[in-house]
């Protein structure tokens, strides 16, 4: 049993290596591409809307509502980064249950790809907003000593953002195929929901993580700049 599809390679010439993980990543990423080309290609304002594009709306709305609850502010900003890795990760985890195929979240090398995205996002989305002098004033705010303490916290929490997610997937997998590999004959639909569900929750919880890991660095800086004022 593999634990990662890092493990299994299709192809490999010298140092470039075509694994599962490229394939897995590559397929949600064409499902993704086709699923919102096909639904917004047709779109309508009018109240006989398609169900796959009042589906997508309900998506985009929630996702909305909960940026505005974290960050207090205007959704509008940050609706596209974590709007996408919500979505890619759901897509993701809904992949591990289809048969010959895997979700790429169960590799560390790619949730730790995604939890950089967040690691960068944060400094871009700070910056952008209070500028950069104002941001690097953080890392020596109370004093100079405190820098690297600061650059530790980021880096460690971006190490627990993908650890996180990769534990979860991996280990959710796992026990699942376990069970099954003990009782074949009972309860697969009901562990397939179950592994379904989790994966699902994994996704909305880094999506709020990386939420939460923006706004904070925001209003702290926004905070830190009034006071200066």
Known sequence: MELSPDATIYWQWGPIILNA????????????TMGSWLITRNLSTEP?????????????????SQIRDIAQQDSTPYLPFIGTLFLFISVSNLLGIVPFLGSPTGSLSATTALALCVFFAVP????????????LK??????????PFHIISEVSRTLALAVRLFGNVMSGGLIV???????????????????LLIGQIQAYIFAVLAMVYIASGISARGEQ???NR
Do not use: C, D, K
């Open 48 to 64: 006989e809307m398609s169900r796959w594009q009042g589906a997508l709306e309900t998506i985009v709305t929630t996702i909305q």
């Open 138 to 147: 953080h890392y020596v705010e109370p004093t100079p000593i405190m820098a």
């Open 21 to 32: 993980t490229l394939v897995y990543t590559w397929v949600v990423m064409g499902v993704l």
């Open 225 to 227: 700049g009034q006071e």
């Open 177 to 195: 195929a376990i069970l099954l590999s003990i009782v074949p004959l009972f309860l697969p639909a009901v562990l397939n929901a179950l592994e």
């Open 124 to 135: 871009v989305y700070g910056i952008s907003q209070e500028g950069l002098v104002n941001y």
